[in-house]
């Protein structure tokens, strides 16, 4: 048990790259301290929703976001995928969850959560590997052993919560490996249900509070015909309000589009990065799928910069489109002028990656036949 003023800080736990939300990063490195070779990028490849694209016009033109950013549920399928015990809570009160996670490191245990940094507002996942008396000790997106003080941390775990109960207020603790996995066996299950999220045709989100556009969408391929019509849609954008213009735009000027560009390069990576486990047929035509969703990831970057940008955070590309948030009335009035254009510009890329994620498909259903 922790001695009063002792140090517990957990000197055996990996730390792997964070990138964005952290996730998989967490959960590679719990692995990883009990012995397992695996990375984050296998475990991103397992996550169920990485090949999923949802879009529904009649919701402002966008996708939902639980097939967006990873959540608990993801890290306990794959705990279970890959063998190993776990334990959750959720709905925790500060109170409890710090007497777990002091409980869990007592015991050799690093632990994931989720919190709010300062600065930030987004979902972050955590690896809390120390504490002490005043200070947590995490891995995260800044640095192994981040210091924090502990009034500090729970303030943005306790804001968190407030803001989005569907992801925070919980802990998970990977335990023990109870069933060896075959390997290969795994990857072509991940193919197969890839395969089969993108021929569904729509897909339904419950209701729950904190997240974002529940109801039903359209799915895969599906989807992307109908991000087509919704783009390629005739309109006389001279007519309509700026308000307006942000909602048909939005799709692209928000981060959904900048999360599936991110999910296609996560694709790529995974199926580079395991293509070497197979040989002949399967191997080369896993190595084009991987081709294939480079070249997508390439299309969503250009449409990240031909999509009408409408919020502070979007990417602006060319000159032509200034935003329609300026106060110059000018410039307002040629954001609008080459809306129309631009949109047009902006369906012919989703159709080229459209074409490009059908083919990367018919490939996997050549691999798992």
Not at 236 to 264: F, M, P, Q, T
Not at 278 to 287: S, Y
Request: a negative charge; glycine letters at 8%; aromatic letters at 12%.
């Amino acid at each position: 048990m922790t001695k009063e003023g002792r140090n517990m800080i957990l000197k055996n736990v990996p730390r792997n790259n964070f990138g964005v939300t952290g996730m998989f990063s967490c959960l590679a490195s719990c692995f990883n301290a009990q012995g397992e070779d695996i990375s984050p990028v296998i475990l991103r490849g397992l996550w169920k929703e990485l090949f999923m694209f949802t879009f529904d016009a009649q919701k402002g033109g966008g996708a939902h976001d639980w097939t967006l950013f990873p959540d608990f549920a993801a890290a306990q399928e794959i705990c279970s995928t890959l063998g190993y015990s776990y334990k959750y809570d959720e709905g925790l009160e500060w109170s409890k969850a710090w007497n777990i996670i002091k409980e869990a490191i007592d015991k050799n245990k690093p632990i994931i959560t989720a919190w709010e940094p300062p600065g930030f507002h987004s979902p972050w996942f955590i690896l809390v590997v120390g504490y002490d008396n005043d200070k947590i000790y995490l891995h995260s997106y800044k640095e192994a052993f981040h210091e924090y003080s502990v009034n500090k941390f729970r303030e943005g775990w306790e804001r968190g919560k407030a803001e989005q109960p569907w992801l925070y207020g919980a802990v998970i603790i990977p335990g023990e490996k109870e069933r060896e996995v075959d390997f290969k066996e795994m990857i072509l299950s991940s193919f197969k249900r890839a395969v089969e999220t993108m021929n569904k045709k729509e897909v339904t989100f419950p209701s729950q509070k904190g997240r974002f556009r529940e109801g039903t969408f359209r799915c895969g391929f599906k989807a992307y015909e109908e991000l087509i019509g919704f783009l390629d849609k005739e309109r006389d954008y001279s007519k309509l309000s700026i308000d307006d213009l942000k909602v048909i735009g939005g799709w692209a000027g928000c981060h959904e589009a900048g999360c599936e560009d991110n999910k296609r390069h996560s694709i790529a990576y995974y199926l580079l990065y395991i293509s070497s486990e197979f040989k002949g047929d399967k191997r080369r035509h896993i190595e084009r799928v991987a081709e294939l969703y480079r070249a997508v990831e390439t299309l969503y970057d250009s449409l990240l910069l031909i999509h009408p940008s409408v919020a502070p955070w979007g990417r602006q590309g060319y000159g032509h489109l200034p935003s329609l948030e300026s106060e110059d009335s000018m410039l307002k009035e040629e954001a609008v002028k080459n809306f129309g254009q631009d949109m047009k510009e902006a369906a012919k890329i989703v159709r080229k990656i459209l074409d490009n994620e059908n083919k990367a498909i018919r490939e996997l259903e050549r691999i798992i036949e």
